[in-house]
Structure formats: C-alpha cells, structure tokens
C-alpha cells in the first residue's frame, strides 16, 4: 500500500508564509506526478499546483506568483511553499501523488489525510 502524509499546516496572519510538505511512502516504485489540492467549506475539491517526474509544474490562477509547488524525488516529498495569504486561501489541503507501485502495475492515485490551513484576516 501507498500512505501520504501532509505535515504543515496551521494558522496563520493575512500576508504571511507558510510551507506544507507530503511525503509518500510503502509499496513504490515510481512517482509521476504529485501535487496538491484544497477543499474549502461548502465548496468542491480544487486543483492547486502540481509538479510532473521531470519537474514541470501547472498552478491554479488563483495562486500563480505566490505559491511554489516543489519535489525531493530522493525523498517522495512534495512541498508547497505559500507567500502572500489570503483569507480566501483558508481551506484543508491536500497531496495527491500518481504512483506506479510495481514494474508490472499500472499507475494509481492516492491521497494524504489533509491539512487545515486557516488565514485571519
């Protein structure tokens, strides 16, 4: 099996910083891609970065310039380091990590438990 943990999160002023990390671990052979997303109350699941194998990333416009979403490939972790929040940033994140967990399996997806993220105004 495939466990990802987030670690990270808390709260946090309007305007600060905070970095969030997942780590994947157990039956893997490969990550493709991995990346986050965010689920604010009484709204649905939202893409908000990812980064593919080779180190391209997407963004949701929402967060381009003042998110950065990076990978330890040695360390099956991906880090979303968040600058400038917003109030409106206040949902639980996330991680998501397309795994290969064997020569022989095709790719999966699995996701981390979550982590709140509250910005006060």
């Known amino acids: 099996q495939v466990q990802l943990v987030e670690s990270g999160g808390g709260l946090v002023q309007a305007g600060g910083s905070l970095r969030i990390s997942c780590a994947a671990s157990?039956?893997?052979?490969?990550?493709?891609?991995m990346g986050w997303y965010r689920q604010a109350p009484g709204k649905q699941r939202e893409m908000v970065a990812y980064?593919?194998?080779?180190?391209?990333?997407n963004y949701a416009d929402s967060v381009k310039g003042r998110f950065t979403i990076s990978r330890d490939n040695a360390k099956n972790t991906v880090y979303l380091q968040m600058n400038s929040l917003k109030p409106e940033d206040t949902a639980v994140y996330y991680c998501?990590?397309?795994?290969?967990?064997?020569?022989?399996?095709?790719?999966?997806?699995?996701w981390g438990q979550g982590t709140q993220v509250t910005v006060s105004s």
């Open positions: 998501n990590a397309n795994v290969v967990r064997d020569y022989y399996s095709d790719a999966e997806y699995y």
């Open positions: 157990g039956s893997i052979f490969s990550i493709n891609s």
């Open positions: 980064i593919r194998s080779g180190g391209s990333t």
